[in-house]
């Protein structure tokens, strides 16, 4: 937590003016990293003045103004009757009025942290990126993912929405359980590191517990079941035609390795590599029939190669040929996908 305290910090020198260059430009490079940046540092500068008007609303001395405007009512001269009307008038609506604007700003506040406002970020085919949310829980999106989540969390639970692959380090919470809905299905967790994969196209739903415990629930509009529970290096598997599961042990680097920059194929079938070396490189990667029906299974480990050289690596450790088709223009002036058509030797 030590990156975020110290942009914190600068965050609060400069909503006081007592940033100096190499702060500010800290602040700024913090600023230009991504749109989330600066999301969170306009809800600090706002509670930040929050704050100081709250503060000098408590700052107001109401007793000794009060007693002010009586000592002044005592002093009544025959050419101020109707200012002094006046100012018994005022006496008696100034107390209301200030009571009315400190309430209506903390009022504020509440309202901020009821009404919800939800954020999304989203990352690309061959782009991965890093959250963190409002609570502190860090997140890491793979290719081609999509999470939803409010700016702060609030109420009894903490929840968050998710298409694709993430890696979720859940600040812990006993009080305030988390949540991850994968429309129909829940993880939920009270502090833990684990990976969910939840494609929309894949026929199934992956789960793997790094450190921790996770519920898996499902649930529907009028409850909930607890399907299972994990343990530390297991995965929960289900597949979502037939709303059956299995839960196996399992090698974590294969599963987590993708948050350090690898892509790691252990016995893995066709079809599996296929799908993830598509969404890795941002291509559709097909295998003959052939090559789909044999049963081969493939090993690898990649990490900065590109789509070519891991082609190649595979090609060598493997009986396959393979042939890359260059993207087109569309109308739009994009290009579409490349396409890779692997077959057997």
Known sequence: MGNEKIIYHLIMLDYSGELDKQQHDELQTWLDLSLENKSEYNRVVKLLTYYDRLGAMKRINVDRDLLMVKKKLKRPTKGNTIMLNFQRVAAILIIPLLIYTAWTISDASKSTKENLVMKSSETAFGVRSQILLGDGTKVWLNSGSKLTYPDEFNGDSREVKLTGEAYFQVESDKDHPFYVDLNGYKVKVTGTRFNISNYLEDKEITTYLEQGKVSLLAY????????????????????????????????????????????????????????????????????????????????????????????????YSSPITYKIISGSKLDDSSFSKRKVIISKK
């Open 220 to 315: 529907s509009k009028a409850k909930q079941n607890e399907l299972t529970q994990l343990k530390e290096k297991e995965i929960f598997i289900l597949d979502k035609a037939e709303k059956q599961y299995r839960i196996l042990n399992a090698d974590g680097k294969k599963y987590l390795a993708w948050i350090d920059g690898l892509l790691i194929f252990k016995h893995d079938n066709t079809h599996d590599v296929a799908t993830r070396l598509g969404r890795w490189f941002n291509a559709e990667i097909i295998f003959d029939d052939e090559l789909s029906k044999s049963g081969y299974v493939f090993t690898a480990t990649f990490k900065q190669e590109s789509l070519e050289e891991a082609l190649t690596l595979l090609s």
